[in-house]
Antibody, heavy 120, light 111 residues
Framework: EVQLVQSGGEVKKAGESLKISCKCSGYRFGTYWIGWVRQMPGKGLELMGIIFPGDSDTRYSPSFQGQVTISADRSISTAYLQWSSLKASDSAMYYC?????????????WGQGTLVTVSS | QSALTQPASVSGSPGQSITISCSGTSSDIGNYNYVSWYQQHPGKAPKLMIYDVTNRPSGVSARFSGSKSGNTASLTISGLQAEDEADYYCSSYTSSNILEVFGTGTKVTVL
């Protein structure tokens, strides 16, 4: 069974750094794209970017380019999303999700989400 | 890249059929058959319901179907049931940033 298990919720202060994780199991980690999706409180889904762990090819949506860093560690089948300096506006639920087979543009399955709360 | 446009809410009685629209442009829905739909219950992660416009993943009820015409995609739920009450999001590949863009989301209420 394919599973994506995310790290626990975080409470941080503005200006602090943060790295959240997405542990993948049940398939060959290096052969599927992983995406990160933001959902701000009461709002919709926003694709932040994707990474192909096989060669670390990473692509960011324009709104998130330069704001976050997506990475992956093939040795432990884990993808990461990190911030160097959090802002209050980064408070949101963050989901990781696996893209389908090669060339597909949909996500399934999804992680359970990581809630990030940033105080100003 | 702007989000795809969906109605904020759609409602129906049990057993009825409802359709949720998703409006895009020739840079996304109109030019690619990469439309997908996700269901999200409160406090839960999204779940894939339809991919590549019309395909249902294994385990998704046949009551859910997808279609596309021009720059607009649609999700139809037939035989509406109480458990269908949730938020629904469309998504499409877009050539604007070589990634997918999500719709604004639609809250489905079962009366």
């Amino acid at each position: 069974e394919v599973q994506l298990v995310q790290s626990g919720g975080e409470v941080k202060k503005a200006g602090e750094s943060l790295k959240i994780s997405c542990k993948c199991s049940g398939y060959r980690f290096g052969t599927y794209w992983i995406g990160w999706v933001r959902q701000m409180p009461g709002k919709g889904l926003e694709l932040m970017g994707i990474i192909f762990p096989g060669d670390s090819d990473t692509r960011y949506s324009p709104s998130f380019q330069g704001q976050v860093t997506i990475s992956a560690d093939r040795s432990i089948s884990t993808a990461y999303l990190q911030w160097s300096s959090l802002k209050a506006s980064d408070s949101a639920m963050y989901y990781c999700a696996r893209r389908g087979f090669s060339g597909s543009k949909w996500f399934d399955p999804w992680g359970q989400g990581t809630l990030v709360t940033v105080s100003s | 890249q702007s989000a795809l446009t969906q109605p904020a809410s759609v409602s129906g009685s049990p057993g009825q059929s409802i359709t949720i629209s998703c409006s895009g442009t020739s840079s996304d829905i109109g030019n690619y058959n990469y439309v997908s739909w996700y269901q999200q219950h409160p406090g839960k992660a999204p779940k894939l319901m339809i991919y590549d416009v019309t395909n249902r993943p294994s385990g998704v009820s046949a009551r859910f179907s997808g279609s596309k015409s021009g720059n607009t995609a649609s999700l139809t739920i037939s035989g509406l049931q109480a458990e269908d009450e949730a938020d629904y999001y469309c998504s499409s590949y877009t050539s604007s940033n070589i990634l997918e863009v999500f719709g604004t989301g639609t809250k489905v209420t079962v009366l």
